[in-house]
């Protein structure tokens, strides 16, 4: 099993920002797939930003523009980057880890980002 933990998150005013990062027990270098996800108060979970291993990257539309993923391999860390925060944005923010596209997800224990003012 993969053990992750994420940090970074708090109480941030609309406007500001935030890095977020999740820090895995093992290499992450050749993990087919690094992702952050969100969940809000009494809402679904939603992804927030997919990073594979060939270097791509995804963004759902609502953080386009606004959140970079990016990993540090020789830390074994994924970081997410948040600027331009909006309270929409408010969320608990979880990382998942796929080792191989057939793999089964590993999951942190999230992160709360509150934006408030």
């Known amino acids: 099993q993969v053990q992750l933990v994420e940090s970074g998150g708090g109480l941030v005013q609309p406007g500001g920002s935030l890095r977020l990062a999740c820090a895995a027990s093992?290499?992450?270098?050749?993990?087919?797939?690094m992702a952050w996800y969100r969940q809000g108060p009494g809402k679904e979970r939603e992804y927030v930003a997919l990073s594979f291993s060939d270097g791509s990257t995804t963004y759902t539309d609502s953080v386009k523009g606004r959140f970079t993923i990016s990993r540090d391999n020789a830390k074994n860390t994924v970081y997410l980057q948040m600027s331009s925060l909006k309270p929409e944005d408010t969320a608990i923010y979880l990382c998942?880890?796929?080792?191989?596209?057939?793999?089964?997800?590993?999951w942190g224990q999230g992160t709360q980002v509150t934006v408030s003012s």
């Open positions: 998942c880890v796929r080792k191989r596209l057939t793999s089964p997800d590993y």
């Open positions: 093992e290499s992450i270098a050749s993990m087919w797939r």
